[in-house]
C-alpha cells in the first residue's frame, strides 16, 4: 500500500522560509518521479514542481521557479520542497505526488498517488 505523508507546513511570513517533507512508502522509490503540486482556497490544483527518479530533471513552475528547489533522498524514500522567499500567494494545501515512471510531467493527471497535504500560509 503506498503511502505519501507531507510534512512542514505552517505559518510563515512573507520574505520566510519553509522546507516541505513528504515521506513515501510501499513502492519502489528510486523508480519514481515525484511531484508537487498546491490548491489555494477557490482555486483549481496547480503544478509547483517535480522530479525525476535520479533528482537529475527538475521542473517549475514560473510563479515558483528561483525561489523553490526539489531534491530527494532515496535512501530516506524521501522528497522535499524548499521554499524561500515566501509570498501571500504561496498561500495553499501542498500535495505531494507519485508517478510510476521515471520522468516527471506538469500534468496532475499523470500521478497515481497523492498524499493527504500540509498547509502552508503566508502571511504578509
Known amino acids: 500500500q503506498v503511502q505519501l505523508v507531507e510534512s512542514g507546513g505552517r505559518l510563515v511570513q512573507a520574505g520566510g522560509s519553509l522546507r516541505l517533507s513528504c515521506a513515501a512508502s510501499?513502492?519502489?522509490?528510486?523508480?519514481?518521479?515525484m511531484g508537487w503540486f498546491r490548491q489555494a482556497p477557490g482555486k483549481e490544483r496547480e503544478f509547483v514542481s517535480a522530479i525525476s527518479w535520479s533528482g537529475d530533471t527538475t521542473y517549475y513552475a514560473d510563479s515558483v521557479k528561483g525561489r523553490f528547489t526539489i531534491s530527494r533522498d532515496n535512501a530516506k524514500t524521501t522528497v522535499y520542497l524548499q521554499m524561500n522567499s515566501l509570498k501571500p500567494e504561496d498561500t495553499a494545501v501542498y500535495y505531494c505526488?507519485?508517478?510510476?515512471?521515471?520522468?516527471?510531467?506538469?500534468?496532475?493527471?499523470?500521478?497515481?498517488?497523492w498524499g493527504q497535504g500540509t498547509q502552508v500560509t503566508v502571511s504578509s
Open positions: 510501499g513502492l519502489s522509490f528510486s523508480s519514481f518521479a
Open positions: 505526488a507519485a508517478r510510476t515512471v521515471l520522468f516527471p510531467t506538469r500534468e496532475s493527471s499523470g500521478y497515481g498517488y
